[in-house]
Structure formats: C-alpha cells, structure tokens
C-alpha cells in the first residue's frame, strides 16, 4: 500500500531557483495538505485543498503556490526559493473533516542555499 | 499566535518509568488528536478524542480530552525504547476552519534503556 507519495525526498536549490513538490495519493481523498516542519515550531499548513480543482491558504502561505488538478496529486510551488523555506515539508491526505485522521508522506527534506 | 501548547517540550527518561505530556490551549476543539514521528517519517495517527471528558488507552498509552474540550493529555505506563519520538498534539476547529488541524509544536520523548 503506497499511501501518500511524495517526491523528491531531498533536493537542495540555490536562493531564487523555482521547484515544485509532487504529492501523490491513493486513497481517493478529498482533503489534502501542505506542512512545513522546522524545529521547535511543530507543523504549520501552508495550503490546502478540500477537492480537485480547489485550493485555500493555510497559516504561513506566503511564498508558495499550489495546484490540484487531479485529485490523487497536490503540488506545491516555490517560485523564487529564498533561505528562509529551508524545511521538511510534509503532504498529508484526508477523506474528511477534522476529525478525520490524517495520512502523511515521509517528507521532501529541502535546503535552499 | 499558538493555538495550542505543549509541555513539555522535551522528556528523558529511564526504561520502565511513567510520563504524561499535556496539551493545552483557551480555544474549544471538536476533536483532538495525537500522532507520534519517528525520524525520517510522516507522522502517524495514534488516536482521536471527540468527546469531553473522553478517555481512550491504546495499550501502555492512555489519552484523555478535558471536560471542557480545551485540553488533553497523554500518559505512557513503564516507557520503552520503542516509545522513543515526537509526540504531536493536534486539534480540529469548528466552522469555517473545521477543514484544518492545528498542531502543538510537539513533545520530544528519549526512552533510555
């Protein structure tokens, strides 16, 4: 069972390079998520999708950009990377609300230099 | 501005001993869920309290939800190494953010043996 994919596992760019994060599930979720993870600060939402074509701002958007053009993926876009996004950042998949538990990916380490 | 808080932040201790980790905050929840991460991984889900006042043990684990939905905490019986990780908080809101979790900043737990 491969759960939520996401690729690459590690990537380090220069300040101003552009990327994007793919996630990938195959649960046939609705809901799905964009973290990032930094030390001492827990996971903070970045962007978020409660369907296929539907995309909202989460906590810290800024700097980011999102797509669900299909329902098993969510993408994540960084357009002009700055040091500050150097992070683990983590997709998580849901079938529902809040109550509803939440399916990580293994996470894209990534280093902006 | 840290919804919820949680203490303590990092927790060592000997095999075989007791701990509990609390979660807290001043905002209601409809429901509160913990995950433990292991280096390197997503987290996972260890369980989901939606009641107030509800108590759910998972073997050596007992969770507990505050009577008032604002609180809950996590009590591990006799520690192992295996318990060794990140333990995260995470509470879901109602109305217009019932979509989102928000997650403590997590409790670091080393279980020596």
């Known amino acids: 069972n491969a759960g939520v994919t996401q690729t690459p596992k590690f990537r380090v760019l220069k300040t101003g390079q552009s990327m994007t994060l793919l996630c990938a599930q195959d649960m046939n979720h609705e809901y799905m998520y964009w973290y990032r993870q930094d030390p001492g600060m827990g996971l903070r939402l970045i962007h978020y999708s409660v369907g296929e074509g539907t995309t909202a701002k989460g906590e810290v958007p800024d700097g980011y950009n999102v797509s669900r053009l299909k329902k098993q993926n969510f993408l994540l876009g960084l357009e002009s990377a700055a040091p500050s996004q150097t992070s683990v950042y983590f997709c998580?998949?849901?079938?529902?609300?809040?109550?509803?538990?939440?399916?990580f990916g293994d996470g894209t380490r990534l280093s902006i230099l | 501005t840290q919804l919820l808080e949680q203490s303590p932040q990092f927790l060592s201790i000997q095999e075989g001993e007791n701990l509990t980790v609390y979660c807290n905050s001043s905002?209601?929840?409809?429901?509160l869920q913990w995950y433990r991460q292991e280096p390197g991984e997503g987290p996972v889900l260890l369980v989901t309290v939606v009641t107030g006042g509800e108590v759910k043990k998972l073997k050596r684990l007992t969770f507990q939800f505050g009577d008032a939905r604002k609180d809950s905490s996590l009590h591990i019986t006799a520690a192992q190494p295996g318990d060794t990780g990140l333990y995260l908080c995470?509470?879901?809101?109602?109305?217009?953010?019932?979509?989102?979790?928000?997650f403590g900043k997590g409790t670091k737990l080393s279980v020596i043996p």
């Open positions: 905002s209601v929840f409809s429901s």
């Open positions: 995470a509470g879901g809101l109602t109305g217009a953010g019932s979509y989102q979790l928000t």
């Open positions: 998580a998949s849901t079938p529902g609300g809040a109550r509803q538990p939440q399916h």
